[in-house]
């Protein structure tokens, strides 16, 4: 499990509610539904002032994956097994998540990542 992040700008009002001092810690989750993927992601719900979950990966476990994607709304989600991306992507419509499988849409996905 790897975990990212960046500053939000103070100014960003979608993402930060500390005001100019500071901005909220944006967290990349590569492996959220793991052991220690899960702990951070606790972490990051006890502290909503201080991080969000932007990004949130998986590699098999579709329905762990899709709770955390409608209890924390990342701007991505990830399943690396590309028959359960259909799953995923459907349990997701009616949000703003962008779901991507990594062998199907790993160039879509590099974009976005560079792109922001």
């Known amino acids: 499990m790897k975990v990212l992040f960046e500053d939000t700008p103070s100014e960003s009002p979608a993402k930060t509610s500390q005001g100019k001092e500071g901005g909220i810690k944006r967290i990349a989750l590569f492996g959220s539904t793991g052991s220690i993927g899960t702990q951070a992601l606790n972490v990051i719900a006890a502290n909503p002032d201080k991080f969000s979950a932007e990004v949130l990966t998986a590699q098999t476990?579709?329905?762990l994956l899709i709770q955390q994607a409608l209890q924390f709304n990342p701007?991505?989600?990830v399943i690396g097994d590309e028959n359960k991306y259909q799953k995923v992507k459907d349990a997701l419509a009616s949000t703003d998540v962008k779901?991507?499988?990594v062998k199907k849409h790993w160039k879509k996905l590099l974009q976005w990542i560079v792109m922001t």
Do not use: M, S, T
């Open 61 to 63: 476990n579709d329905e």
């Open 75 to 77: 701007n991505i989600v």
């Open 99 to 101: 779901v991507f499988a």
